[in-house]
């Protein structure tokens, strides 16, 4: 059938015998034609096969039926084997197929990239934005938000921007992973910190000096970048360091998992001379050699909380500024 052939709005006005403004108002979701006047629309819709004009209908509703995913990471990143993206991108997919939405999925893991989503955001070609693996003091959260725009990130902006955020208890998680270390009687802690220009590996930093403070204990500290390169290359530096050392925490489960084979390709067992505890709790740590102890979050459930909010947002209800998801220590052998 050609573009001419469609059924128009007005056919569909005949067939049910009602004007072009109610089958406008049905078809547009209006709650304020009465239900025999909907359904009579609604068959009539149904046997002529139309399909709204979203391009026309956008005009007319201020609406795209559709919100962005912004993830400041390059493809390569998103897609390898971290397993937090894209059990972020599945819990942002269940909710909006739920409400009927469409997901724009939009990285910007450069310069370019950054500058090309937001012209698209700022042009409103989306009713709403959410954030995940914010780097350093972004502006733009805020900006969009000042303009209007529903906007909800995955962890608390570091720009200081009042835009609601959804994140998950990393302090809690981390300072109950070194606590459960010291009782095992470890003295000699160190941590496999996260990157500090994201909240992730700022908190995560903190809850661990939190608790080895809190015991008396010395810090040793090396930086990584939540990847498994970095985790080896600060696995070997901890080591140089102190060769003594008798516990790691990594802000990670993939640097926990580079941790575990630099450990071993030193001559260090594991949990016997040295024990190694992860944070995320992606499939594969219960798959290591030993299997991994870590702290789980729920990733998928991340996400759908970021969307219900920003759906809420939306829809001009009430919503919480910020929501901290709980976390959990899951005991295996590394620890």
């Not at 239900?35 to 509703?61: D, F, Q």
């Not at 920003?310 to 976390?327: V, W």
Request: charged share 25%.
């Amino acid at each position: 059938m050609t573009t001419a052939q469609r059924p128009t709005l007005e056919a569909v006005a005949r067939l049910a015998g009602v004007s072009r403004a109610t089958v406008s108002r049905v078809v547009n979701g209006s709650t304020t034609v009465a239900e025999p006047i909907r359904e009579a629309v609604r068959r009539a819709v149904a046997e002529l096969g139309y399909v709204p004009n979203l391009a026309a209908r956008s005009l007319v509703t201020q609406r795209t039926d559709s919100v962005a995913l912004v993830m400041p990471e390059e493809a390569t990143r998103v897609f390898s084997d971290d397993q937090v993206f894209p059990g972020i991108i599945r819990g942002v997919s269940q909710e909006l197929e739920a409400a009927d939405k469409q997901l724009v999925l939009m990285l910007a893991g450069s310069a370019a990239g950054h500058e090309r989503v937001e012209r698209y955001t700022t042009g409103r070609h989306v009713d709403g934005v959410l954030f995940a693996s914010l780097h350093g003091e972004d502006p733009l959260p805020g900006t969009l938000s000042r303009l209007g725009i529903p906007v909800v990130c995955a962890g608390r902006p570091l720009d200081g921007a009042q835009v609601p955020y959804v994140d998950v208890d990393n302090v809690g998680g981390v300072t109950r992973a070194v606590r459960h270390l010291i009782a095992d009687g470890r003295r000699r802690i160190a941590t496999i910190a996260g990157p500090q220009d994201m909240v992730a590996g700022i908190e995560r930093l903190a809850g661990y000096r939190q608790a080895v403070a809190a015991a008396g204990l010395g810090e040793l500290v090396a930086y990584g970048d939540f990847t498994r390169e970095s985790g080896a290359a600060a696995m070997r530096e901890l080591l140089a360091a102190d060769p003594g050392l008798d516990a790691v925490f990594a802000a990670s489960d993939l640097m926990a998992h580079a941790a575990l084979r630099t450990l071993r390709e030193a001559g260090r067992r594991v949990p016997e001379d040295v024990a190694v505890i992860g944070f995320d709790d992606i499939e594969t740590a219960a798959y290591t050699d030993p299997p991994l102890t870590t702290v789980r979050w729920e990733i998928v459930e991340l996400g759908r909380a970021m969307t219900r909010q920003l759906l809420r947002m939306a829809a001009g209800e009430p919503i919480d500024e910020a929501s901290i998801l709980p976390t959990q220590l899951v005991v295996r052998a590394s620890a």
